[in-house]
């Protein structure tokens, strides 16, 4: 079903280590509206469309959103790489670090572990995407939040990279939508003609 590249979407090259900021971008790994929720979500709630099109956007926008796991996990990975001890005690990463190391590890920004919880397939379509349309705003407006927290390009470059995204795929559901509208519609309209 997928082609692994064996390469990032977007390249990244962190020079300096910030554990403090590693701390706060694992919740674009793990977090209520992170990658690793949006990707399951969308691969589950795939099964549930009724359109070809429908179908395809769950699919193709759910894969995506594997890539983009693996690009926070690679942003969190370069940003502790050869962090010191000092750092670590003088950071807010010394409670994550003393359950996980350097690993990175699927947790919110508050240290709570992923949950199934932060997922919703509710096998009706429509729901369904308004739903992913929610979830993909949530994820951008906590890219912006996270860019207001760094001024280090190497980390600011990706991290908008990840926001438009999410802002395609916002637009994308939202044609999604309309596809299943448009057919519940169609066949509405027939049943009444018959």
């Known amino acids: 079903m997928w082609m692994y590249d064996k390469k990032l979407e977007y390249?990244?090259?962190?020079?300096?280590?910030?554990?403090?900021?590693?701390?706060?971008i694992i919740t674009q790994?793990?977090?209520?509206?992170?990658?690793?929720?949006?990707?399951?979500?969308?691969?589950s709630q795939r099964f549930s469309m009724i359109t070809p099109q429908a179908k395809a956007t769950l699919n193709?926008?759910?894969?995506?959103?594997l890539a983009h796991l693996e690009m926070i996990g690679t942003i969190v990975r370069q940003?502790?790489?050869?962090?010191s001890t000092k750092e670590i005690e003088e950071s807010s990463f010394a409670p994550y670090y003393a359950d996980h190391d350097t690993a990175v590890y699927p947790v919110s920004a508050s240290g709570v572990p992923?949950?199934?919880?932060?997922?919703?397939?509710?096998?009706?379509?429509?729901?369904?995407?308004?739903?992913?349309?929610?979830?993909?705003?949530?994820?951008?407006?906590?890219?912006?939040?996270?860019?207001?927290?760094?001024?280090?390009?190497?980390?600011?470059?990706p991290l908008k990279f990840l926001r438009e995204r999410e802002i395609v795929h916002f637009q994308?559901?939202?044609?999604?939508?309309?596809?299943?509208?448009?057919?519940?519609?169609?066949?509405?309209?027939?049943?009444?003609?018959?």
């Open 29 to 43: 790994y793990g977090g209520p509206d992170g990658e690793l929720a949006a990707s399951i979500r969308y691969l």
């Open 114 to 157: 992923f949950n199934a919880s932060y997922l919703q397939s509710k096998g009706d379509p429509i729901t369904d995407l308004y739903e992913d349309m929610a979830a993909e705003q949530k994820a951008r407006s906590t890219y912006e939040y996270l860019i207001r927290m760094t001024d280090d390009p190497d980390v600011l470059d």
């Open 11 to 24: 390249p990244i090259k962190i020079k300096n280590p910030d554990p403090k900021l590693a701390k706060l």
């Open 79 to 83: 940003l502790t790489q050869g962090i």
């Open 60 to 65: 193709d926008i759910g894969t995506e959103e």
């Open 172 to 194: 994308r559901f939202g044609e999604a939508l309309r596809y299943v509208q448009d057919y519940l519609e169609e066949k509405r309209v027939f049943s009444i003609q018959s």
